[in-house]
């Protein structure tokens, strides 16, 4: 009894030590900080250079721990591309290699937007008034606006008002038949 208990321990440890091997690996996109937790605002605790080799630990949101040689930490999810690829081939995870099929690779899909949000995040979403503020305080007035425009050598343009939507047409009574 002791020593079926001492076999399935020790296979057990074994297995554990085994999971660092079992981690996904990835490929820096570019220059990047290395932060302490999930979130820009958190200590940065190393940086990891474009291209560097990473592997990925962990997820959470639109964060992935990553270990980088001897460094560890926070790196936004966009900022890696998962497999061992490379940054000039199509690796696993290359985006482009992934969205598009090899008999037309002209055929792209969008990859932007909520990537990196699963259902369950989405589920577990919770409002929070003050990240509300500290957004609403990044609000530019319309002066600001127009200001930081010209100073981008940017001009107003006129672009005419869409039509009023339409009720749809019923169908003659020859496309019914």
């Given amino acids: 009894m002791k020593k079926t208990f001492l076999i399935k321990a020790?296979?057990?440890?074994?297995?554990?030590?085994a999971m660092p091997a079992l981690a996904a690996q990835g490929t820096v996109l570019r220059n990047e900080r290395l932060y302490s937790q999930p979130s820009a605002t958190s200590k940065v605790t190393a940086t990891a250079a474009k291209g560097?080799?990473?592997t990925i630990l962990a997820k959470r949101g639109g964060w992935l721990q990553v270990r980088s040689g001897s460094s560890s930490g926070w790196i936004r999810l966009l900022s890696v591309r998962a497999g061992t690829g490379g940054?000039?081939?199509?690796?696993?995870?290359?985006?482009?290699?992934v969205?598009?099929?090899r008999s037309d690779p002209s055929r792209v899909v969008a990859v932007a937007g909520l990537r990196g949000l699963d259902d369950e995040d989405l589920k577990q979403a919770k409002f929070d008034g003050a990240e509300l503020a500290r957004m609403d305080a990044w609000d530019a007035s319309p002066a600001q606006a127009r200001s930081f425009a010209a100073r981008g050598g940017l001009a107003a343009a006129n672009v005419a008002a869409l039509p009023d939507p339409r009720p749809a047409q019923q169908p003659s009574t020859w496309e019914a038949n």
């Fill in 87 to 97: 940054l000039g081939g199509a690796g696993l995870g290359d985006v482009v290699g």
């Fill in 52 to 54: 560097a080799s990473v």
């Fill in 99 to 101: 969205a598009t099929t």
């Fill in 10 to 17: 020790l296979a057990l440890l074994l297995a554990m030590g």
